[in-house]
C-alpha cells in the first residue's frame, strides 16, 4: 500500500471511531429500533461500490481540495457539537454520524484529490442512509404518511363502492370502524422502497431526470401500498372472516406481501424510465460515444 493509502486507511479507523459508539447505543434501543433497523446494511452497499470502483476512485493525486477540507472542518464541527450538546440519543447519534461522515468524505478529497470524485460520489452519498434520521422528524413524516394513506384509502373505497364516513384517519364501515393509525403508516417499509429505489436507478438508469423521478415516485407507491393493504383487510374482514383484521396473520405479519405490491409497481415505473431512456436518441448517441472512445 501506498503511504496515501495507509493515511486513508488511518482516517476511515478514526471516522469509525467517532460514529460508531453513539450509533450502536441507538441501535441497542429498542423503543426506536424499528426506524434504524436498516442501517447496518447500508455500509455493505457502499463498501461493495467502492470495492467495484476501488481502481478509478483510489488512483487520485493529493491535493488540498478546498471540498475536501471544507466538509472535513464541517464534519468534525457536527460531531463536537452532538458530544458537547448533548440531546436526544437520536439527536446526538445522527449529528455525530453525519459529522463522522463528512470528515471521512473530506479526507477522500484532500487525499485522493478530484480525479475520482465522480466515480466515487455515489457509494459515499449513500451512506447518508446510514444516519439515522431523528425521531422528531420521523414522526412528522409519519404524520404525512398517515393523512396521505387516509386520502388513499378514501378513494379505493369509493372506486369499489364500499359505504363510509370519515372522520379525520377513522373509516366508519359497515360491519366495524377502521382507522389509519401510525402502526398503518408503512414508514419502515417506504424507507425500504425509496433505499431500493435510490439504488436501482443508479444500476439502470443514466440521466439524473430519471433518478429522481424513480425516486420521487416512492412516495405515492407508499400510499397507494397502505390503502390497498387497509381496504384489502376491511373486505376480506367483513366478506370472509372477521378475525383477519382483528389480530389475523395478514394483519399483523402480512406487511411483506404489500411491499411485494410496492415492488411490482415501483419496478414498472423502472421500466417505463428505462423505455424512454433508451428510446432517447440524444442519450444513445452519448452512449455510443462513449462506447466508441472506450474501444479506441
Known sequence: MRKKDWLFAILTALALALALPPLLDLLRNTKTFEYYSHIALIPLV??????????????????AHPWGIAAAAAGLGLYFAGRVLGGELDVRASLTTLGALLFWCGAYLVIYGKNGSRR????????????PIPALIIEKIIAVLVVGSAYMTRLLFVVFRV???????????PGLAIEVAQQCSGIR???ALLITAV???????????????????VFPVALFKNAIRIATLYLLSYFVDMRIIKGGFLHKSGG????????????????????????????KAAIDASKGKKIN
Open 120 to 131: 466515487a460520489f455515489f457509494p459515499l452519498a449513500f451512506l447518508l442512509f446510514a444516519v
Open 189 to 191: 417499509s417506504s424507507l
Open 163 to 173: 359505504p363510509f364516513v370519515q372522520d379525520g384517519p377513522v373509516f366508519y364501515l
Open 46 to 63: 457502499s463498501a461493495y461500490q467502492i470495492f467495484r470502483r476501488r481502481r478509478e476512485m483510489f488512483r487520485g493525486t493529493a491535493s
Open 199 to 217: 439504488l436501482a436507478g443508479h444500476i439502470f438508469l443514466r440521466r439524473f431526470r430519471s433518478h429522481a423521478l424513480l425516486a420521487l415516485a
Open 256 to 283: 411483506f406481501v404489500f411491499f411485494g405490491l410496492g415492488l411490482v409497481v415501483l419496478g414498472s415505473i423502472l421500466w417505463l424510465l428505462k423505455e424512454g431512456e433508451r428510446r432517447d436518441p440524444g442519450l
